[in-house]
């Protein structure tokens, strides 16, 4: 990855935390450009991570290798519409972290031409913990996909998709799936106090449980049922627990959800994509 020269067109959060994963994994910063039309935020992250900033959404095409859509959704069919002739030129990777908008649209408006990646990271690749998928054409070769796996692994674990219609899927459980366990862990914060404990306590004790749990499942090879049953002893109190979230038909409510999560995802995709 040394060799290539990877340009961000966008400099914000996840851009950020995109840089500063390969940073850490060895990758020299004077190899990454970022395009921002913002000034301050252009100087903050040449301070932070020593990487060249420039205003140009084209100059930084021209240079690149690997060029990083990291602009909002809302915003992309502008950018990669200006960026299209510059690609004609000079025809890098793409790789575009746009949640929801499909291949179809960004090939259009990059040009036909133009080798297209699409990525879905999730909020946690900013503490290098992220989960990514990725959804590749068949005209994009393996040296190809391996840079762009090589890059989102950087901020976490990167999985494939062959059918690009499971990025909704993905969505809904990687790319939203951070704020359920927020949710079900602001409950259990709650009833914590609610219990006797103090604030404080209940809130460390709902993290540290959820971190060790989430690490056990990950450093295991063992299924989530099986982990489940190791530590529920029969006529014990997570048994008893386990029983109410049975009955309150927490599966049932899971699969809705998520669904309902999926479901959204299409809709934004059909009302983004436009023009394609």
Same mark, same amino acid.
């Given at each position: 990855?040394?060799?290539?020269?990877?340009?961000?067109?966008?400099?914000?959060?996840?851009?950020?935390?995109?840089?500063?994963?390969?940073?850490?994994?060895?990758?020299?910063?004077?190899?990454?450009?970022?395009?921002?039309?913002?000034?301050?935020?252009?100087?903050?992250?040449?301070?932070?991570?020593?990487?060249?900033?420039?205003?140009?959404?084209?100059?930084?095409?021209?240079?690149?290798?690997?060029?990083?859509?990291?602009?909002?959704?809302? %915003?992309?069919? $502008?950018? #990669?519409?200006? @960026?299209?002739?510059?690609?004609?030129?000079?025809?890098? +990777?793409? *790789?575009?972290? /746009?949640?929801?908008?499909?291949?179809?649209?960004?090939?259009?408006?990059?040009?036909?031409?133009?080798?297209?990646?699409?990525?879905?990271?999730?909020?946690?690749?900013?503490?290098?913990?992220?989960?990514?998928?990725?959804?590749?054409?068949?005209?994009?070769?393996?040296?190809?996909?391996?840079?762009?796996?090589?890059?989102?692994?950087?901020?976490?674990?990167?999985?494939?998709?062959?059918?690009?219609?499971?990025?909704?899927?993905?969505?809904?459980?990687?790319?939203?799936?951070?704020?359920?366990?927020?949710?079900?862990?602001? %409950?259990?914060? $709650?009833? #914590?106090?609610? @219990?006797?404990?103090?604030?404080?306590?209940?809130?460390? +004790?709902? *993290?540290?449980? /959820?971190?060790?749990?989430?690490?056990?499942?990950?450093?295991?090879?063992?299924?989530?049922?099986?982990?489940?049953?190791?530590?529920?002893?029969?006529?014990?109190?997570?048994?008893?627990?386990?029983?109410?979230?049975?009955?309150?038909?927490?599966?049932?409510?899971?699969?809705?959800?998520?669904?309902?999560?999926?479901?959204?995802?299409i809709e934004l995709s059909d009302s983004l994509g436009g023009d394609e």
């Amino acid at each position: 990855m040394n060799t290539k020269t990877l340009a961000f067109i966008g400099g914000g959060n996840m851009a950020s935390a995109m840089i500063n994963g390969l940073i850490e994994d060895g990758t020299e910063p004077s190899h990454i450009l970022v395009a921002e039309p913002d000034e301050t935020r252009r100087e903050q992250l040449a301070a932070r991570f020593g990487v060249h900033t420039l205003s140009d959404n084209s100059e930084a095409a021209h240079q690149a290798d690997v060029l990083i859509l990291a602009v909002k959704p809302q %915003a992309l069919k $502008t950018v #990669a519409k200006g @960026l299209s002739p510059a690609l004609q030129q000079h025809t890098p +990777l793409c *790789l575009s972290i /746009a949640a929801g908008i499909r291949h179809a649209s960004l090939q259009a408006w990059l040009g036909q031409d133009v080798p297209v990646i699409r990525v879905m990271p999730n909020t946690p690749a900013m503490l290098g913990a992220g989960a990514s998928g990725l959804y590749a054409p068949g005209n994009i070769d393996a040296a190809q996909r391996e840079v762009a796996e090589h890059i989102m692994r950087a901020t976490g674990i990167a999985v494939w998709l062959e059918d690009e219609s499971l990025m909704d899927a993905l969505t809904a459980v990687s790319g939203s799936g951070p704020a359920y366990f927020f949710r079900f862990m602001e %409950a259990m914060e $709650t009833t #914590a106090q609610e @219990l006797g404990l103090s604030e404080k306590t209940a809130h460390l +004790l709902v *993290l540290q449980t /959820a971190l060790g749990a989430a690490r056990m499942a990950m450093e295991s090879t063992a299924p989530l049922k099986e982990l489940r049953s190791s530590v529920t002893s029969p006529g014990g109190t997570t048994e008893a627990a386990l029983k109410v979230f049975t009955e309150g038909g927490l599966a049932q409510l899971v699969q809705q959800a998520l669904t309902a999560a999926r479901d959204r995802s299409i809709e934004l995709s059909d009302s983004l994509g436009g023009d394609e």
